[in-house]
């Protein structure tokens, strides 16, 4: 899938030797994007993610919990299966990083304190429920669903859905059983939320309801998994930022472009041999000057810009072979929700994005 942001290129020559310390932060972006992730020498011990781990851990005392979430320094923000802990992105240690992630990104996750604690309330749910074992309990997979399940590759969520918090963006609570949990319990846990009053008469209420009863059993309790591993610690990682930055835009390429054909074969239909529907490729093409004013008129973009867009939609309804359904108006204001939210993502980078 095409994109606006700029592209991470291969460097010829010998690579820049990686200088100690914190002079890496005068580097240009090039010079920088040779540097191998472990000889950033970052450290938690001082930084924002350190004060704010620090009052994490207020929160859980406050609400009575021995439990802890060790935290370590990362590629990504993750909670491993199998160790109670927090991975902390390296970006978020310096400003520096923050320029580089947000240039290749569009965004830093967790680039403010507000959105920083909302994460961290997040993934100590996770790091909690691996800590004391709770998946395995009856009354949370009858609540949650089964953990075991399989992430999706992309998911539809239900934004008028109340059976569902809503804590991070993208109603992310709607995307797989543990995030779940993950986030009943980071709403559970944010101080003044009045989850009471906020999810009264929402079948949500149950969720936030038993994790309060849960928590109210473990208050005090030591957890019974302990270990404190460092998984894929940055220290460990010999990749340069480059090859880091290359991996991560791949990697979201490809989940927009299924995203892309997931929501067209919602707007469209599978052709069959001898339909007599239109193409949606046609469809598209005939309809595309009026989609173009429209959407470049909405964002204030230009045409050429929503043109990409437009010719994307195009080759990949060819390639998939759709055709019309159903009434033509519909299938195009569902075409131009799709350019609004494709043109949007084209100016501000690749990204994470919400499948409509």
Aim: net charge positive; glycine share 6%; charged share 35%.
């Amino acid at each position: 899938m095409p994109s606006r942001a700029r592209q991470v290129r291969p460097r010829n020559g010998r690579t820049r030797r990686a200088r100690r310390g914190r002079s890496w932060a005068r580097l240009s972006d090039e010079d920088l994007l040779d540097l191998r992730l472990c000889d950033l020498d970052l450290r938690l011990e001082g930084s924002p993610v350190d004060r704010e781990l620090a009052r994490l851990y207020r929160e859980l005392t406050r609400r009575g919990l021995a439990f802890r979430p060790h935290a370590w320094i990362a590629q990504e923000w993750f909670s491993p299966d199998g160790v109670p802990g927090i991975a902390v992105p390296f970006y978020l240690l310096h400003p520096r990083l923050r320029r580089l992630e947000r240039r290749f990104m569009g965004e830093v996750e967790g680039g403010n304190a507000e959105y920083l604690m909302r994460i961290l309330r997040h993934e100590a749910g996770h790091a909690l429920d691996t800590a004391y074992r709770l998946r395995r309990r009856k009354a949370y997979r009858e609540l949650f669903g089964p953990p075991s399940r399989r992430y999706p590759r992309h998911y539809r969520p239900w934004p008028g859905s109340k059976r569902f918090v809503q804590h991070l963006d993208d109603w992310y609570a709607q995307s797989h059983p543990a995030e779940d949990f993950a986030e009943t319990f980071a709403e559970w846990l944010r101080p003044g939320a009045a989850w009471r009053r906020r999810y009264s008469g929402w079948p949500a209420l149950k969720k936030v309801e038993y994790v309060d009863r849960t928590m109210a059993e473990l208050r005090g309790k030591r957890p019974p998994v302990q270990a404190r591993h460092h998984i894929e610690p940055l220290r460990t990682l010999r990749r340069t930022l480059r090859e880091h930055y290359a991996a991560k835009l791949r990697h979201y390429g490809r989940a927009e472009a299924d995203k892309v054909d997931a929501i067209l074969k919602r707007v469209f239909a599978r052709g069959r041999p001898g339909s007599r529907r239109m193409r949606a490729s046609t469809f598209l093409r005939l309809s595309g000057p009026r989609l173009r004013r429209r959407v470049a008129r909405r964002l204030g973009a230009s045409e050429y810009v929503v043109r990409e867009q437009l010719d994307l939609l195009v080759e990949r309804a060819r390639a998939l072979r759709l055709r019309v359904r159903g009434d033509r108006r519909r299938a195009a204001r569902r075409a131009e929700r799709l350019m609004v939210v494709l043109t949007r993502k084209s100016q501000k980078g690749p990204g994470p994005w919400l499948a409509l």
